[in-house]
């Protein structure tokens, strides 16, 4: 297993249980008790985990997983919303991106797009995730516009008031939004405060709001309020959401769409 794979590994396992022993990790990983040390020491250095003695704990209170250290958690689900997502674009609209993993999929399913080949342009996007923005640049048929700001390393999204004069001038048809949690009395919830504000100036620049969440992320909250449920149109997600759940959302008034 290269270095990289487990720390991806490792990270995981720590997000799911909040704290890990060397000879836990050790044995779950099938390396040594050395090796797993050494990896604790240089992800504590690079601040991604507590050490502790004989261990490692998560880091914060509410913890993030950098978006480079996600392994394919529910990605099924994730292309399957993607590509429903990307479905309710039309040719020749300007979508917003927010940044994530499940956004970053609706990215690629536009790039997939037999409709979407050509254009002046096929499709405008405008995204503060950096990732995004590279992956869709290639795209010559596609106009992509970054909104600036500071570069946030856990997400590569864009934050900060330098996106605000961007922002100001635009306005979009659809704004897709990925959330850490989305909740039918909460509303749609980020980690980060700075994230949380941006992608909130993304949707209210949309005509429409589009929220791509896996099942995981319905009903739960997290520190940085994002938009109500109320001002989103739409809500896709997968057949994992419970009927009680979809009831929710639609009684609030959102179209849910379950693939």
């Given amino acids: 297993m290269s ?15 909040g704290r890990l022993d060397v000879e836990e990790a050790a044995a779950e990983l099938a390396v040594s008790a050395a090796t797993i040390r050494r990896d604790f020491d240089q992800l ?6 507590v050490r502790t003695r004989g ?19 529910h990605a099924s689900e994730k292309q399957r919303i993607a590509k429903a997502v990307a479905d309710l674009i039309a040719p020749g609209e300007a ?15 536009l790039a997939v797009r037999s409709d ?20 869709l640049a290639v795209r010559p048929q596609f106009k992509i516009v970054l909104t600036g700001g500071v570069a946030r ?6 934050i900060g008031p330098l996106a605000d004069g961007v922002l100001s001038q635009i306005t979009l048809d659809v704004a ?4 850490v949690g989305f909740d039918a009395t909460h509303g749609a919830a980020a980690h980060d405060e700075a994230e949380a504000a941006i992608n909130r100036l993304l949707c209210e620049r949309a005509e429409r709001v589009v929220v791509a969440a896996d ?23 997968d057949t994992a959401a419970t009927p009680d759940t979809v009831r929710r959302f639609e009684e609030a008034g959102l179209r849910v769409i379950v693939v």
Avoid at 55 to 73: D, F, I, M, N, Q
Avoid at 217 to 237: W, Y
Wanted: proline share 3%.
């Fill in 176 to 179: 897709v939004l990925g959330v």
């Fill in 44 to 49: 504590a250095e690079q601040q991604m985990l």
């Fill in 95 to 109: 979508v917003g991106l927010t940044g994530g993993t499940t956004t970053t999929e609706v990215a690629r399913a």
């Fill in 55 to 73: 261990g490692a704990v998560v880091h914060g209170v509410s913890y993030e997983l950098p978006l480079r250290y996600k392994t394919a958690r």
């Fill in 116 to 135: 979407l080949v050509s254009g002046t342009p096929a499709l405008t996007v405008v995204t503060n995730a950096l990732n995004i923005g590279n992956e």
């Fill in 215 to 237: 099942s995981s992320k319905l009903g739960r909250r997290a520190f940085a309020r994002i938009c109500a449920a109320d001002a989103v149109d739409t809500l896709v997600t």
């Fill in 153 to 158: 390393p856990q997400s590569y999204e864009l």
């Fill in 3 to 17: 270095r990289d794979a487990r720390w991806k590994a490792l990270l995981e396992l720590l997000v799911e249980r």
